[in-house]
Structure formats: structure tokens, C-alpha cells
């Protein structure tokens, strides 16, 4: 894995613990070239038995992940096309079989937020095992309702075991941005810390995760999965739905528009949903 050479990430092995950071400029969409890299970074992690504990975090000081590439829209089949994920997930669209390679992982995840995460970005936070995010500059949300569609790659599937069934409603189709401590109190994220305490405490929890015993965390993680509902059905219909609301002239329409309004710049995506709230 260490031999692997990407363009979009940068891999850092310490011991058993791994330190992915993101860097696409100019934004860190969540595009083909991002997907790729990450859906082979995570393939070759699964097959380390050396590797404990990987942290994910971005090179952006204002974005983690901004979301999926709206451009999609113009050619979904440039989407479609992409061949990510493990065996036994074709049934999904590629950005749901990515999110799910990453959940699949034996190994622990952690993403580290500064900045913002939405749609696309904020579910590939929730794929991972546990989330940290820097109060005050931090900001998480599924804005997908704003151009006229759900969450589609495991938002529905992964909120509902995270904050629950109300709230991951209101997440879904209220499509405000959370900060950091309101993330925290929902249970998106499991702590908001202080900025300048984000990394050191992250970067400890990795350490030490890497530090236990071999094979103590593979089975502690095992065994808490076993208790977890089967995400593959909520997947399949979140799936089928999405296709139903992406389908629609709306969702074209309002995503080219807000393309036009400043979305994926980096002005417009610092106040994402007061510009596609604009649109509708």
C-alpha cells in the first residue's frame, strides 16, 4: 500500500496506524479522479493485516469533502461507468459501493473535520467508524434536497443508525448546515473539539488504537457490527429512489442553475444552502 502513488491523496503509515489526506483542488469535489484513488487506497488497506486505524483528513483548510461533482448531471453515465467498490455490491451506484468498501474495512476509520462536508462528503463521513470535527469552523450537511434529490450514496441508510429516525429527516429534508457542537449532540460526530485541539487528539486516538494488541480491535469491531442492523436493503431502496428523484427535469434543472449560482466555487460552497435555498 505504502508503494502506491496517487494524485488526489497522500498516504502517511506510522506503525499500523495510516493517515489519508485528501487534496483535489481546487475544492476537494468528490469526482471520478477522488473516487477512484480512494476506492483503491481502501482495497489495498483491506488486505493489510499490518494496518490497525486510518484517519482521514483534507489538505483544504475550508473543506473536507465539498460533495459529489454536480457536472455529473450533464453526464451521468461518466458516474455510472466507474467500476469502484467489492463483489457483491453491483447492484449500487459507484459512490454508494465506494461509501460501502470504506464501512467494510477491518480496519478503524476516523475522519477529521475542519471545514465543511456536505451531500457526497458528509456520507462518506458517515461510512467511516467514528468522526471529529473542529468547533467553530467545522460544518456537516445534506444539502441534496435543495436541487431535488435525496441522499444517494448511504445518507438514508447511515443517518437513521447515527442520530436516529426524526432526525435524520430533519437532516434529510431540512437541509441546513450543522456545526460541529449541534453535529456532536445529534451524534453525527462523536466529539466537537477546540480547532487547535482537533489534530493532537485525533492523532492520539489513532496512535493508541495502533497500539492495542493484535487482533483486539479487528474483533471488537466484528463484534459491535454484529449487532447493527443489515444495511443492505435501506441501500437497495435508497438506491431506487434516488434514481426516481434524479430522474426528474427538476433535479437537472436546479443542480445546472446552481452550477450557474456559485456552486463549487469556493465563495458559493461557503454558503451552500443560502445559494441553492435561492433557486427553489
Do not use: C
Not at 461533482?69 to 453491483?90: C, I, R, Y
Amino acid at each position: 500500500m505504502s508503494a502506491q502513488k496517487y494524485e488526489t491523496i497522500a498516504v502517511h503509515r506510522e506503525g499500523a496506524a495510516a493517515w489519508v489526506t485528501i487534496n483535489n483542488p481546487p475544492l476537494n469535489i468528490l469526482d471520478a479522479r477522488l473516487m477512484t484513488e480512494i476506492n483503491d487506497f481502501a482495497g489495498h488497506a483491506a488486505k493489510d493485516d499490518t494496518l490497525t486505524v486510518i484517519v482521514f483528513q483534507s489538505a483544504d483548510p475550508d473543506f473536507f469533502i465539498i460533495h459529489g461533482d454536480m457536472n455529473f448531471v450533464k453526464q451521468p453515465e461518466a458516474l455510472m461507468s466507474l467500476q469502484l467498490g467489492d463483489p457483491g455490491t453491483e447492484g449500487l451506484n459507484p459512490m454508494m459501493r465506494l461509501h460501502e468498501r470504506l464501512r467494510a474495512l477491518p480496519q478503524i476509520t476516523i475522519g477529521k473535520l475542519a471545514g465543511y462536508a456536505r451531500g457526497g462528503g458528509a456520507e462518506f463521513l458517515s461510512a467511516l467508524d467514528m468522526r471529529f470535527a473542529a468547533r467553530g469552523i467545522g460544518g456537516i450537511a445534506q444539502m441534496e434536497a435543495l436541487i431535488g434529490i435525496i441522499p444517494g450514496s448511504g445518507g438514508t441508510a447511515y443517518l437513521p443508525q447515527l442520530v436516529g429516525r426524526a432526525r435524520s429527516l430533519e437532516i434529510t429534508v431540512g437541509a441546513e448546515l450543522l456545526d460541529a457542537d449541534l453535529a456532536e449532540r445529534y451524534g453525527w460526530i462523536n466529539r466537537a473539539l477546540a480547532p487547535e485541539e482537533l489534530d493532537a487528539f485525533v492523532d492520539g486516538l489513532a496512535k493508541a488504537i495502533a497500539s492495542r494488541a493484535p487482533g483486539v480491535v479487528r474483533a471488537a469491531k466484528q463484534a459491535i457490527d454484529a449487532s447493527s442492523k443489515d444495511l443492505t436493503q435501506a441501500l437497495q431502496v435508497n438506491n431506487e429512489l434516488l434514481g426516481q428523484t434524479f430522474s426528474a427535469p427538476i433535479a437537472t434543472t436546479l443542480t445546472l442553475a446552481a452550477l450557474e449560482a456559485g456552486a463549487q466555487t469556493r465563495e458559493g460552497e461557503k454558503k451552500l444552502e443560502e445559494t441553492l435555498s435561492s433557486l427553489i
